[in-house]
């Protein structure tokens, strides 16, 4: 009886259904084999869709990418098959559903993972929602590529940066996350750093303002024409050159930039020498006699 009212509850949902040709519906995988996937469309009948209408990727795989149980959107492309299915097209549907979907990701700036399925002219091919998506050379890497060749196969995790219905163009950036991941990291090693601690570092450019001084590590630092000198300069080039190896301290580590001052680590080391002087002053090498014996063999009695 119960399997009855749930029969009829579904011949009079169906019932209140109507399906036309060019409409995206919704269906449930209930088979799956190397020629179609049949559909459960909760209707009189039931929808396929050829292998050659699920997708554009030629890297997709029936048997491998589609599962029981899975939900499909798929448009109508006819009433009948001549079965008495609905034929669909997971395809055509993807051309109408994927540019809104891809849209979202461009404006979520979402984290994605794509295969590259081929190598072009100027950058390589992924497939994002079943769409052909462009990655140029420069946006592959945050140095340059020579040989594209080596992405071929590789699985990427990349941001949507150009999305164009109209112009069917979907262009995709692993540079955008690279970024982000080297700043995060570099703000890290930035906030690792600790006010007044005393480094080495090499000049690598000079300005009016002051000298860049690299801290190795990908990390480099500012000294502020005040910091460079102890006497009053006009210029950095007046004291230093490109190349120069250089003692700094940390001042500060604002806003994920480095204040270094030479002037301060200069004192520093003065400070220090004057405490190694005076310590040897109190270190004679000899130790203090205390004892009675002591101070009756220094008097002539």
Same mark, same amino acid.
């Given at each position: 009886?119960?399997?009855?009212?749930?029969?009829?509850?579904?011949? $009079?949902?169906?019932?209140?259904?109507?399906?036309?040709?060019?409409?995206?519906?919704?269906?449930?995988?209930?088979?799956?084999?190397?020629?179609?996937?049949?559909?459960?469309?909760?209707?009189?009948?039931?929808?396929?869709?050829?292998?050659?209408?699920?997708?554009?990727?030629?890297?997709?795989?029936?048997?491998?990418?589609?599962?029981?149980?899975?939900?499909?959107?798929?448009?109508?492309?006819?009433?009948?098959?001549?079965?008495?299915?609905?034929?669909?097209?997971?395809?055509?549907?993807?051309?109408?559903?994927?540019?809104?979907?891809?849209?979202?990701?461009?404006?979520?700036?979402?984290?994605?993972?794509?295969?590259?399925?081929?190598?072009?002219?100027?950058?390589?091919?992924?497939?994002?929602?079943?769409?052909?998506?462009?990655?140029?050379?420069?946006?592959?890497?945050?140095?340059?590529?020579?040989?594209?060749?080596?992405?071929?196969?590789?699985?990427?995790?990349?941001?949507?940066?150009?999305?164009?219905?109209?112009?069917?163009?979907?262009?995709?950036?692993?540079?955008?996350?690279?970024?982000?991941?080297?700043?995060?990291?570099?703000?890290?090693?930035?906030?690792?750093?600790?006010?007044?601690?005393?480094?080495?570092?090499?000049?690598?450019?000079?300005?009016?303002?002051?000298?860049?001084?690299? $801290?190795?590590?990908?990390?480099?630092? +500012?000294?502020?024409?005040?910091?460079?000198?102890?006497?009053?300069?006009?210029?950095?080039?007046?004291? +230093?050159?490109?190349?120069?190896?250089?003692?700094?301290?940390?001042?500060?580590?604002?806003?994920?930039?480095?204040?270094?001052?030479?002037?301060?680590?200069?004192?520093?080391?003065?400070?220090?020498?004057?405490?190694?002087?005076?310590?040897?002053?109190?270190?004679?090498?000899?130790?203090?006699?205390?004892?009675?014996?002591?101070?009756?063999?220094? +008097?002539?009695?």
């Amino acid at each position: 009886m119960e399997e009855t009212m749930k029969d009829y509850e579904k011949e $009079l949902e169906a019932s209140f259904r109507t399906i036309k040709e060019g409409d995206v519906i919704q269906g449930t995988v209930i088979d799956v084999n190397e020629q179609e996937v049949v559909l459960d469309l909760k209707y009189y009948t039931q929808g396929v869709i050829k292998a050659e209408d699920m997708s554009k990727d030629p890297g997709f795989s029936i048997m491998n990418d589609v599962k029981i149980g899975e939900v499909i959107e798929a448009s109508v492309v006819r009433m009948d098959d001549g079965q008495g299915n609905i034929q669909l097209s997971k395809k055509e549907a993807n051309d109408i559903l994927a540019w809104d979907v891809l849209a979202g990701y461009l404006e979520e700036k979402k984290n994605l993972t794509v295969k590259v399925s081929d190598v072009v002219n100027a950058g390589v091919v992924a497939f994002l929602e079943g769409i052909r998506g462009f990655i140029p050379a420069s946006q592959l890497s945050l140095s340059y590529v020579e040989d594209l060749t080596a992405f071929k196969g590789k699985e990427l995790t990349v941001r949507v940066i150009t999305v164009d219905k109209t112009k069917e163009k979907l262009v995709l950036s692993a540079k955008e996350i690279l970024k982000e991941q080297a700043r995060q990291e570099h703000d890290h090693k930035v906030a690792m750093l600790a006010p007044g601690t005393v480094l080495e570092g090499v000049v690598e450019s000079l300005q009016p303002y002051g000298a860049f001084v690299d $801290l190795k590590d990908g990390l480099s630092g +500012l000294v502020h024409i005040s910091q460079i000198s102890q006497k009053r300069i006009k210029k950095p080039s007046e004291v +230093l050159s490109v190349g120069d190896k250089v003692k700094v301290k940390v001042l500060n580590t604002n806003n994920g930039k480095i204040s270094l001052s030479m002037k301060a680590a200069e004192e520093n080391a003065q400070v220090d020498e004057i405490e190694s002087v005076n310590t040897e002053k109190f270190s004679s090498g000899q130790s203090i006699g205390t004892s009675l014996g002591d101070l009756f063999a220094k +008097l002539n009695l």
